[in-house]
């Protein structure tokens, strides 16, 4: 048999009362003469009034507590099946009605902390929005730095062409000298020009990388904005702003090697215009030899320009990655997010 308090109660209640029923007769005994017979049907008439009186108790008691008790179950019952809009309207000034206006009081914060949550949960919802708005920013910047890479390469194929037949035209013969340092002009505008369109290329690299800088700067404001759960984006967020330094170090060097490999050129230009004036005068030899310098220069410029190029597309890569990862816990935020709303919404308030 479960355990029953009212089955306690009624129980104790006229168990007290058959007490009393047998107890009274005895009391009575003391005080009152019976007629003969009398006190038998007497004693059964405490009995049965003592019984009686339990069962009345019984009966008073649940009506006026029990009901008031049954009001707070229905209450409880429903926040348990997260109604906590009801209200338990009891008014005792004892023990009674400090429950009931405790049971109100727990249901108002229990509202007041589900209303909290979803509306922090929306708040971090449009941070991780912001999040993933700019991972998928970093990562188009990123395919743009990869298409001026391959441009890049095109212009260093080019300008390793025009080197390799400059040399060419430098190894011909003393009677074709001036023709062939014509041609060897012509090739030198030529390297000069691919090399202002490299510079170019990097100095739009050096722009998107700014831009990177100033996402991952963004991406930091927006996970310090997260609290907590935005922890992981902090550290990410450092992470492609330092490589985006390293990037911008990277081009910087490059575009001094670059600005290095116009000098020379130029310098080559000078050599040839004057030994081509200075025809019958010039030292072909001497000619020779310091064209094949600044061709190995420049041979050594592009060799060091593709190293740093390698550098750079490492670090893209890396930014890619980093920016990958950004988004997968963008993505996992909103899911939980988006739970803890659904949750939240759930409650009725």
Known sequence: MRKSILRQLFISFVGFGLFMGVVFPFYADFFVEWKPGMLVWFAVG?????????????????????NKLTKMSAIANAIAQRDVSGRCIIKSEDVIGEIANSMNTMSDSLGEFVGEVVDISLDLS???TDLERQAHSTQNTIADQREKFSQIHEQLGSIENSSAQSLHAADQSVSVL?????????????LVSHNNEITSLLQTISQITSKTTILSLNASIESARAGEAGKGFAVVAVEINLLAKRTQETTNQILEISSMLTKDSAEAMAALQEKTTQNEDMDVNALQQQINIAKLEQANAITEINDKLKIIESLSIQTDQDSQATLSHANTISEKIEMCVNIGNSYKR
């Open 46 to 66: 405490c009995l049965v009034a003592g019984s009686s009186i339990g069962v009345f108790s019984y009966a008073i008691t649940k009506k006026v507590l029990i």
């Open 126 to 128: 449009n941070v991780a």
């Open 178 to 190: 001036t023709k062939k340092m014509k041609t060897m002009s012509q090739s030198i505008n030529v």
